[in-house]
Antibody, heavy 119, light 112 residues
Framework: EVQLVESGGGLVQPGRSLRLSCAAS????????MHWVRQPPGKGLEWVSG????????DYADSVRGRFTSSRDNAKYSLYLQMNSLRDEDTALYYC????????????WGQGTMVTVSS | QSVLTQPPSVSAAPGQKVTISCSGS????????VSWYLQLPGTAPQLLIY???KRPSGIPDRFSGSKSGTSATLGITGLQTGDEGDYYC?????????????FGGGTKLTVL
């Protein structure tokens, strides 16, 4: 079955760190770029980061650049998001997503993992 | 404040037609493909339309997409109660040297 499964979310204090993981299955992981998209409670979608198939290109939203780091391990079919210096406004449901059918859309999403930043 | 502008809400009766607009600029909609997503309550977004007007396998032809200049539109005909949810448009934004992905703020569809 083609799927993405996120993990690693939880409750963390402001200023601390957290690492999210996304496990892929059912497709050739290293053929595709991967992305992180987040959704604060009750709000809309916000793209966080994208990483090319070979990690040669990694982009970030301005809101997380310098604090978050995306990486991937193609041998393990896994995507990661290292989140440092977390802030209250980073509280959100974090999805990993990819574009298998078209490079211009996200056609496969995980179920999301919740990150709550609070003291 | 989202880079792409959508109406906060739209509504229509079952069986009717509705359109949802998405307005951007030359650096995003004006020069890149647009996609549309439906997020049903408590679920992850699902792709409805890609490359402005293409439907993935399994998406009924009641859903259609179009683009003109720096705006895009999602159309839904034969509205059903199961269509209720939040709709988002998205595209690349290449205003900076590195491209970033941008979404609209979302439109809540109510089927009265």
């Amino acid at each position: 079955e083609v799927q993405l499964v996120e993990s690693g979310g939880g409750l963390v204090q402001p200023g601390r760190s957290l690492r999210l993981s996304c496990a892929a299955s059912g497709f050739t992981f290293d053929d595709y770029a991967m992305h992180w998209v987040r959704q604060p409670p009750g709000k809309g979608l916000e793209w966080v980061s994208g990483i090319s198939w070979n990690s040669g290109n990694i982009d970030y939203a301005d809101s997380v650049r310098g604090r978050f780091t995306s990486s991937r391990d193609n041998a393990k079919y896994s995507l990661y998001l290292q989140m440092n210096s977390l802030r209250d406004e980073d509280t959100a449901l974090y999805y990993c997503a990819t574009n298998i059918g078209s490079p211009n859309a996200f056609d496969l999403w995980g179920q999301g993992t919740m990150v709550t930043v609070s003291s | 404040q989202s880079v792409l502008t959508q109406p906060p809400s739209v509504s229509a009766a079952p069986g009717q037609k509705v359109t949802i607009s998405c307005s951007g600029s030359d650096s995003n909609i004006g020069s890149n493909f647009v996609s549309w997503y439906l997020q049903l309550p408590g679920t992850a977004p699902q792709l409805l339309i890609y490359d402005n007007n293409k439907r993935p396998s399994g998406i009924p032809d009641r859903f259609s997409g179009s683009k003109s200049g720096t705006s895009a539109t999602l159309g839904i005909t034969g509205l059903q109660t199961g269509d209720e949810g939040d709709y988002y448009c998205g595209t690349w934004d290449t205003s900076l040297s590195a491209g970033t992905w941008v979404f609209g703020g979302g439109t809540k569809l109510t089927v009265l």
